[in-house]
């Protein structure tokens, strides 16, 4: 079972913009269910977004609509595009697939001015 790696992540003022990244070559990416997460350090991880196999999509109430994600299958790639960033967006950000399998090492988001 391969490993997602993400990428993508950086520091950024309140209102700005950033596209994240994941692959696996891995496994079979098509028939995936994709998931975004982020963790805060104390907390625990927590699910922001899923993209079916068939294309659809839910996204946790927390975001606000800023947050859309996407993929690629050709490419065996997702991606989170997140717009409008707030402060309490930083976090580590991983993908996985459901059911869960090795994480990765995730991206550092860090929103401040």
């Known amino acids: 079972q391969g490993q997602f790696v993400e990428s993508g992540g950086a520091l950024v003022h309140p209102g700005g913009s950033l596209r994240l990244s994941c692959a696996n070559h891995?496994?079979?990416?098509?028939?995936?269910?994709v998931s975004w997460y982020r963790q805060v350090p104390g907390n625990e991880r927590e699910m922001i977004a899923s993209?079916?196999?068939?294309?659809?999509?839910i996204y946790s109430s927390v975001l606000k609509g800023r947050f859309t994600i996407s993929r690629d299958n050709s490419k065996n790639e997702a991606y989170l595009q997140m717009d409008n960033l707030e402060p309490e967006d930083t976090a580590v950000y991983y993908c996985?697939?459901?059911?869960?399998?090795?994480w990765g090492p995730g991206t550092q988001v860090t929103v401040s001015s």
């Open positions: 996985n697939q459901i059911p869960i399998g090795p």
């Open positions: 891995g496994i079979a990416f098509s028939s995936a269910t």
């Open positions: 993209i079916i196999r068939d294309g659809r999509i």
